[in-house]
C-alpha cells in the first residue's frame, strides 16, 4: 500500500513536539508499506532532512520514510492571520502532490483543520482513498476558548470541518470526546476508530541521563510542565499556585515549565515581576533529553484552561509523556485523563482555576516521597497496559489497511 500522509507539523525524536505520525509512519513501513510524508517546517520539529530547499520544498529518506518538506516555516509564536496563511498554502501545496503523487490511500492529520483539505480533493477527483484523523474538535474549541469570534471565519471553519468529515472514507479519533464529536456531526460510528496519543515505552525506560535545570536542587520536589505556552494551555494558574507556595515558605517546591508558546514570555515577565523563585522556565528538548529531565522530576503537571470542551476532547502528548517515565500525574481539569488518574491511583486532580488546591497538592506530594513514588509505579503500569505506542500503531495501520481493502 502507498501511503501519501499530510501532517504539517511532523517531527523525528529529534525535534521537541510530539512524534505520533513518525512513530505510525514507522510502523506503516515495518509492515511493508510505503509512506511518503508531507510536512512543512515546525519550529519545534525536526524532519531530520538537512538538503538545501529547491523550489520551496527538499525531498530525502528518514529511516525509510519518504519525506516531502515544504519550505513553510510555523512558528506557535506566529499570529494568527500568519499562522493561518501558513495552514492554506500548505493545504494549497499537498492538493497539488494529491493529483501528482501515485498512492493508493490519502492520510492527513489536524491540527489545523486545513490538513483536510487535500483529502476533500482526493475524494472528489481521484479514486484515492482517504482517512482523516481529527486530533482537536473544531470550530469548536477556538469557539469556546474565544479565540476567533467572526461569525464568518466560525461558518467558513464550520463548512470546512462538514465536508473534510463527509469526504473521508474512515476517521481517527484521539480521545473519547471527539468520537462523540464526530458522531454529532452523522458519522457512523463504524467509521470511527479512537486511538489515543501513546507512551513511547523504550525512550522514558532509560533513567541513565536524569539531569534537572539549574535552580532545582536535587532534594526539591520538582513538578515539570512540559509543553506549548499558550491560551490553550492556561499556566497562570502554575504561577498562582507558586505565589500561594511562596506565601507559605515552601522553597523546597519548584515548578518548571519547559516549552515555547506566544505566552512564554508574558509568563516570564510575571513570575520575575512577583519574585517568584520557584518558578523555573527552560528551552524545548528533544525526546532524548526530555527523557532525562522526566527521569529527574517528581510530578508531571497536566494543565490546561478550563474550556469544558477540553475535558473529553483531548489526547495530550505530555501526559503520555509523564505516565511512560513512570511519573505521578497532578491535572487541573476534569474528563478522561483525570478519570485515569483517579481510577488508577496515579496522580492528583483539583479543579480548575483552585490556587490553593493546586498548592495543597504539591504540599502532599512533597510530604510523602514514598506514596509519590507508588503513584509513580502506577502510573508506569497504566501506560504499559493502556497505552504502548507500539500495540497503538498496530491497530493504527490495521484501521488503514481495511479502509483500502473496503
Given at each position: 500500500m502507498r501511503v501519501l500522509y499530510f501532517h504539517q507539523h511532523f517531527s523525528t525524536p529529534s525535534g521537541s513536539t510530539g512524534i505520533r505520525s513518525y512513530?505510525?509512519?514507522?510502523?506503516?513501513?515495518?509492515r511493508g508499506h510505503h509512506v511518503t510524508m508531507v510536512c512543512g517546517s515546525y519550529g519545534g520539529g525536526?524532519?531530520?532532512?538537512?538538503?538545501?530547499?529547491?523550489n520551496g520544498r527538499r525531498r530525502g529518506s528518514v529511516d525509510g520514510i519518504d519525506i516531502i518538506e515544504f519550505d513553510?516555516?510555523?512558528?506557535n509564536s506566529d499570529g494568527l492571520m500568519k499562522r493561518s496563511l501558513t495552514f492554506l498554502r500548505y493545504a494549497a501545496r499537498c492538493v497539488g502532490l494529491?493529483?501528482?503523487?501515485?498512492a493508493d490511500l490519502v492520510f492527513a492529520t489536524t491540527t489545523p483543520l486545513t490538513a483536510g483539505i487535500p483529502g476533500i480533493f482526493a475524494r472528489l477527483f481521484t479514486r484515492k482513498r482517504f482517512v482523516f484523523e481529527v486530533r482537536d474538535l473544531w470550530p469548536e474549541l477556538p469557539r469556546e476558548m474565544g479565540v476567533i469570534r467572526n461569525p464568518v471565519v466560525l461558518w467558513a471553519m464550520s463548512l470546512l470541518e462538514w465536508a473534510s468529515y463527509r469526504s473521508a472514507h474512515k476517521l481517527?479519533?484521539?480521545?473519547?470526546?471527539?468520537?462523540?464529536?464526530?458522531?454529532?456531526?452523522?458519522v457512523p460510528e463504524a467509521d470511527i476508530a479512537t486511538i489515543p496519543n501513546g507512551c513511547d515505552l523504550d525512550i522514558f525506560a532509560d533513567r541513565s541521563d536524569a539531569w534537572r535545570p539549574e535552580g532545582i536542587g536535587p532534594d526539591d520536589l520538582m513538578a515539570t510542565f512540559a509543553g506549548t505556552h499558550g491560551v490553550a494551555n492556561g499556566l497562570d494558574v502554575v504561577l498562582d499556585a507558586a505565589a500561594e507556595l511562596k506565601k507559605r515558605g515552601r522553597k523546597d517546591i519548584k515548578l518548571l515549565l519547559i516549552g515555547q508558546?506566544?505566552?512564554?514570555?508574558?509568563?516570564?515577565?510575571?513570575?520575575?515581576?512577583?519574585?517568584?523563585?520557584?518558578?523555573?522556565?527552560a528551552e524545548p528538548v528533544d525526546k532524548k533529553?526530555?527523557?532525562?529531565?522526566?527521569a529527574a522530576s517528581d510530578l508531571g503537571l497536566q494543565i490546561l484552561a478550563n474550556v469544558p470542551a477540553f475535558y473529553y476532547g483531548t489526547s495530550p502528548n505530555k501526559f503520555f509523556d509523564y505516565i511512560a517515565a513512570g511519573l505521578p500525574v497532578l491535572t487541573n481539569y476534569p474528563g478522561w485523563l483525570a478519570d485515569m488518574v483517579e481510577e488508577n491511583k496515579c496522580g492528583f486532580t483539583v479543579l480548575p482555576g483552585d490556587a490553593v488546591a493546586f498548592a495543597n497538592a504539591?504540599?502532599?506530594?512533597?510530604?510523602?516521597r514514598e506514596a509519590l513514588r507508588k503513584m509513580g509505579r502506577n502510573s508506569r503500569m497504566l501506560a504499559e497496559a493502556r497505552f504502548s505506542r507500539d500495540d497503538l500503531a498496530e491497530q493504527f495501520v490495521d484501521w488503514l489497511e481495511a479502509a483500502v481493502q473496503v
Open positions: 512513530e505510525m509512519a514507522r510502523k506503516l513501513v515495518s525536526h524532519t531530520g532532512l538537512d538538503s538545501a530547499f529547491h513553510l516555516a510555523y512558528s494529491v493529483f501528482s503523487q501515485p481517527v479519533a484521539l480521545a473519547p470526546g471527539i468520537a462523540a464529536g464526530l458522531q454529532k456531526q452523522g508558546g506566544k505566552l512564554k514570555a508574558g509568563l516570564q515577565e510575571r513570575a520575575s515581576r512577583a519574585g517568584l523563585t520557584n518558578v523555573v522556565f533529553r526530555l527523557a532525562g529531565l522526566m504539591l504540599e502532599t506530594a512533597a510530604a510523602d
